[in-house]
């Protein structure tokens, strides 16, 4: 037992021996990584993460775009070292949760009132809550495009993932498209006075149509948008109208878009004021943290100072407002404000997108390897002989990536990326392209060193 093994297979059968599924996220197992990627990390710096043999690669998965500034960012540890000496968590309210609560609200115009939660999925399970005690209302609407929004039944029942939640847990989740108004207004149409919120992501590599449907010149790839109006409103303000003509809650989880796209949230990029808003990854640099947020009148179901009004059980939890993690917050909060943290993101974005796609072009595989999304939200896109999506292509990929010390199993940039990552980055890509290409003509199978990468939701392994 020592964090110096490196024998990998060793740890593997470890980790399945000891945890389900090998670890504690999905988007962490085995079957998401090529089989030479090292079944776990030891520790992290900066833009770089260690294995278990000292093997250093920079990171593009950030902990699941969680770490924004970069591992163990020394300001951020001390603030919650700091927290740590100030008893962690004690028996009223803490002066943390307090400041933690305000320097959310001063930066979020939308945001009046939050809770703290741990997980991101807690939070928008509250913000369900908060809708249907609110409105009286049951259903609940989600875009069919945007993988995940909570580990929590009401959702996960709408996935591939159906084991364990039995039917009517899901019976009130409604799925419309994402980019496609009418698909909502036929979900109102068919349950009048009975929705009790649309609960979207703003954005991911997929932007709102844009007002009379003219996309920003550069963007390479924002989908496709479908029975849209063409009016004055992007996608995203028309779903806002039509929430508030209805009654229904507008709810945007910026669990990914929040800390990123814009100081204030992708809300206000986009022009939009949601009723409630969930945050979580990119709160905190990596520290537990989420929060659900919004209008005052809305959050006050879960108040106590309202004589006589019916109760809600919002949120209520032990380590909810643990003060290390809320005083990581605000000192991620402060450094955001003092150094432009998401011009950072948006130019480096950029640069990836532009200098990777030149290595593409270089190799002529234009048509094979390509970037897509804004700067701030990108992917890459893999494409076999024929032209179509191939994960086979993607693993390939990630593992010669891998093998030239670059993690990229989605791109999450964070502070810590500047211009000696971005040449390595481009370096790799260079080398694993290479190969890339060769497996175009000769068969991705003689380069793959183990499975294909295979999608998380699935109904089976
Ligand atoms: C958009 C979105 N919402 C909610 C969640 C859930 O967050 P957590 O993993 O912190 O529970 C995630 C996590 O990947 C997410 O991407």
């Not at 004690?90 to 307090?98: G, P, S, V």
Request: hydrophobic content about 40%; glycine content about 10%; some cysteine.
């Amino acid at each position: 037992m020592s964090n110096t093994d490196t024998d990998f297979e060793a740890l593997r059968a470890r980790l399945h021996r000891a945890i389900p599924g090998g670890a504690h996220t999905y988007s962490r197992g085995d079957d998401q990584f090529p089989a030479i990627a090292p079944p776990l990390f030891v520790r992290g710096k900066g833009a770089y993460a260690w294995d278990s043999a000292g093997q250093r690669y920079l990171d593009y998965g950030m902990a699941l775009r969680a770490v924004t500034l970069g591992y163990a960012d020394a300001r951020v540890n001390a603030a919650a070292a700091a927290e740590m000496e100030n008893g962690v968590n004690l028996t009223r309210a803490t002066m943390t949760e307090l400041l933690a609560a305000e320097a959310l609200i001063d930066l979020v115009p939308s945001v009046e009132m939050v809770k703290f939660g741990k997980n991101g999925s807690n939070v928008t399970t509250a913000a369900v809550k908060i809708a249907r005690a609110y409105t009286g209302r049951r259903y609940i609407c989600v875009p069919r495009q945007q993988p995940f929004f909570s580990f929590d039944d009401w959702f996960i029942g709408t996935t591939a993932l159906k084991r364990g939640i039995p039917a009517e847990q899901t019976a009130s989740t409604l799925v419309f498209d994402y980019n496609d108004i009418g698909s909502l207004k036929a979900l109102f149409d068919a349950h009048p006075g009975e929705i009790a919120a649309v609960m979207l992501e703003p954005a991911t590599t997929m932007i709102p149509c844009p007002p009379a449907c003219t996309r920003p010149a550069g963007w390479p790839s924002t989908g496709t948008c479908a029975g849209c109006d063409c009016n004055a409103q992007n996608f995203l303000q028309q779903v806002q109208t039509l929430c508030r003509k209805d009654g229904a809650l507008f709810i945007l989880d910026e669990m990914i878009t929040g800390f990123r796209w814009h100081l204030q949230g992708a809300q206000t990029f986009f022009g939009v004021q949601p009723d409630i808003t969930t945050f979580g990854k990119g709160m905190a640099n990596g520290f537990s943290v989420a929060a659900v947020g919004g209008r005052r009148e809305v959050m006050e179901v879960g108040a106590i100072n309202r004589p006589g009004m019916e109760r809600t059980f919002l949120l209520s939890t032990t380590h909810g407002a643990e003060m290390t993690g809320l005083g990581a917050f605000i000192a991620t909060a402060q450094i955001y404000r003092d150094e432009d943290v998401v011009g950072h993101l948006w130019r480096y974005g950029a640069s990836l997108r532009d200098g990777m796609t030149q290595v593409a072009a270089r190799h002529g595989l234009s048509a094979h390897f390509q970037m897509d999304g804004p700067p701030v939200s990108l992917n890459y896109l893999t494409r076999d002989t024929g032209g179509q999506v191939s994960l086979s292509m993607r693993t390939l990929l990630s593992q010669e990536l891998l093998k030239r010390g670059v993690m990229m199993p989605w791109v999450a940039i964070s502070q810590s990326h500047g211009p000696a990552e971005l040449q390595l980055t481009l370096e790799a890509l260079d080398g694993a392209l290479g190969v890339y290409a060769q497996a175009l003509d000769g068969g991705v199978e003689k380069f793959l060193q183990g499975p294909a990468i295979r999608p998380v939701f699935r109904s089976h392994n």
